[in-house]
Nanobody
Framework: VQLVESGGGLVQAGGSLRLSCAAS????????MGWFRQAPGKEREFVAG????????YYGDSVKGRLTISRDNAANTVYLQMNSLTPEDTAVYYC???????????????WGQGTQVTVSS
């Protein structure tokens, strides 16, 4: 299984980015997906999660109302729309696959390589 993130980059505070995570497997719809981020010197942080069908979504407290997770099971892709970005959102963003939704990174079995998001003030 391969997960490949894209869409990261440099953006000014208040701007937006849309991250994508493409999965190589045909059973993509059988798994929950999550987005995590890790800033230098900090632990990996849960950002958002989505159920297998996409009908349920979950967000970390620091991103509620600004980030939106979605998925397209026909395209084997999960997205993270990020709006109203602040410098505190600067981190490497990872997508991950899990049997069920959870906020705990240890419960996810496959991870992408990460994509850098940098928000300038």
């Amino acid at each position: 299984v391969q997960l490949v993130e894209s869409g990261g980059g440099l953006v000014q505070a208040g701007g937006s980015l849309r991250l994508s995570c493409a999965a190589s497997e045909r059973t993509f719809s059988s798994y929950a997906m999550g987005w995590f981020r890790q800033a230098p010197g900090k632990e990996r942080e849960f950002v958002a999660g989505i159920s297998r069908s996409g009908s349920n979504t979950y967000y970390g407290d620091s991103v509620k109302g600004r980030l939106t997770i979605s998925r397209d099971n026909a395209a084997n892709t999960v997205y993270l729309q990020m709006n109203s970005l602040t410098p505190e959102d600067t981190a490497v963003y990872y997508c991950a696959r899990g049997e069920v939704f959870t906020t705990h990174p240890n419960e996810y079995d496959y991870w992408g390589q990460g994509t850098q998001v940098t928000v300038s003030s």
